[in-house]
Nanobody
Framework: QVQLVESGGGLVQAGGSLRLSCAASGSIFSINAMGWYREAPGKQRELVAVMVSGGRTNYADSVKGRFIISRDNGKNMVYLQMSSLKPEDTAVYCC???????????????WGQGTQVTVSS
């Protein structure tokens, strides 16, 4: 019923920038929070950034000052502007949304399929 589709991943040299986008569609009443996780081979999944409905943001220490999360609530979209990229940022980036399908339903988490970001040294 709910789909999240990411775009914007790719290959970039160290020091470069990429902008990821994620669009949520389907039966959505409201979105409490949207954010990004990443997972690299041999590493634990890491919360990269999240923005809640009031605009408050939270970032992983490893990306503070380099990544910026933003949302377009009218379009149910979330973006991740990544700058000064490092090889250790290489991972599959997945967006997620904490949302409600109806006004009286409980919150559920929906996930995108992920987009690969590769940073070469």
């Amino acid at each position: 019923q709910v789909q999240l589709v990411e775009s914007g991943g790719g290959l970039v040299q160290a020091g470069g920038s990429l902008r990821l986008s994620c669009a949520a569609s389907g039966s959505i009443f409201s979105i409490n929070a949207m954010g990004w996780y990443r997972e690299a081979p041999g590493k634990q999944r890491e919360l990269v950034a999240v923005m809640v409905s009031g605009g408050r943001t939270n970032y992983a220490d490893s990306v503070k000052g380099r990544f910026i999360i933003s949302r377009d609530n009218g379009k149910n979209m979330v973006y991740l502007q990544m700058s000064s990229l490092k090889p250790e940022d290489t991972a599959v980036y997945c967006c997620y949304a904490d949302l409600r399908i109806t006004s009286d339903s409980r919150s559920v988490i929906s996930w995108g399929q992920g987009t690969q970001v590769t940073v070469s040294s």
